[in-house]
């Protein structure tokens, strides 16, 4: 039996949070640790204390907010992580109650996973948020509400696609191992948006694994937020990568290791 290792990127929403904790004591697969890897000074989290967890939760943080330094804290994570493989979600992505079953089926040692979201509403989020009732989250009270991205709602476990692109930070797993080899994350993004997926997916694969989409097996729900990603910023960290990718280093310099 897999024991994974759940990394959730987390900035700022102590109340998300505290929903995806919840879910995750819920999941039907139950061999895994929680790390929160907060890109921000440490937080306190006294008010999971008393939610009675069955899982052990590790904190990593920066020792201030210098701005996005999310694969900084991706690779604090990747050293503690004591799991064969890791998955990665972020702190506004509740997981279906099946996701981390569907990673410790699908994830091998040759595999990258990944899957996507559902788009939860407006109205819906601040319910979930009011009430901390995650049974708000079935089909027909999602189907209703206005959230979007209706199609990643259907729980089609068997469905397995194998792809060429397409991790998206936000849903992914693979074995420690690989990310080891690759030195992990590469610190040199310091912009949202292609660093802790694209860049580590193009490495990844040049390593000669395979891509598998579990996007109706591994489940989230992510909760509605104003949009916080900067166009300009995205556009320099595609501008990084294709340097990067020309100058073919597999192994990050500016990685795990320094």
């Given at each position: 039996m897999k024991y994974l290792s759940v990394v959730i990127a987390y900035y700022k929403n102590p109340a998300a949070l505290s929903l995806i904790i919840k879910a995750l004591e819920r999941q039907s697969y139950q061999n895994f640790e929680i790390i929160i890897a907060e890109d921000d000074k440490k937080s306190d989290f006294d008010f999971l204390v008393n939610q009675n967890l069955k899982h052990k939760i590790k904190h990593v943080f920066q020792s201030e907010d210098t701005g996005f330094r999310k694969n900084a804290t991706l690779n604090k994570a990747l050293a503690i992580s004591e799991g064969t493989h890791l998955v990665f979600i972020d702190g506004d992505c509740i997981p279906h109650h099946q996701f981390l079953k569907a990673y410790a089926g699908h994830l091998t040692d040759e595999n990258i996973c990944f899957g996507r979201r559902v788009m939860?509403?407006?109205?819906?989020?601040?319910?979930?948020?009011?009430?901390?009732?995650?049974?708000?989250?079935?089909?027909?009270t999602i189907f209703f509400s206005g959230s979007k991205r209706l199609k990643y709602l259907i729980y089609l476990p068997l469905i397995i696609q194998k792809r060429e692109s397409g991790i998206w930070g936000h849903n992914w797993g693979?074995?420690?191992?690989?990310?080891?080899?690759?030195?992990?994350?590469?610190?040199?993004?310091?912009?949202?948006?292609?660093?802790?997926?694209?860049?580590?997916?193009?490495?990844?694969?040049?390593?000669?694994?395979?891509?598998?989409?579990?996007?109706?097996?591994?489940?989230?729900?992510?909760?509605?937020?104003?949009?916080?990603?900067?166009?300009e910023d995205v556009q320099k960290g595609k501008k990084l990568l294709l340097q990067k990718q020309k100058d073919g280093f597999i192994r990050c310099k500016n990685g795990l290791i320094k």
């Open positions: 939860i509403s407006p109205k819906l989020t601040s319910a979930l948020y009011h009430t901390g009732d995650l049974g708000l989250l079935n089909f027909a693979v074995a420690k191992k690989h990310l080891l080899e690759i030195n992990g994350f590469d610190e040199d993004y310091q912009t949202a948006g292609v660093g802790e997926d694209v860049d580590v997916e193009w490495r990844l694969l040049s390593k000669g694994l395979k891509l598998y989409s579990i996007r109706f097996a591994a489940i989230q729900f992510h909760l509605h937020h104003k949009e916080n990603y900067n166009r």
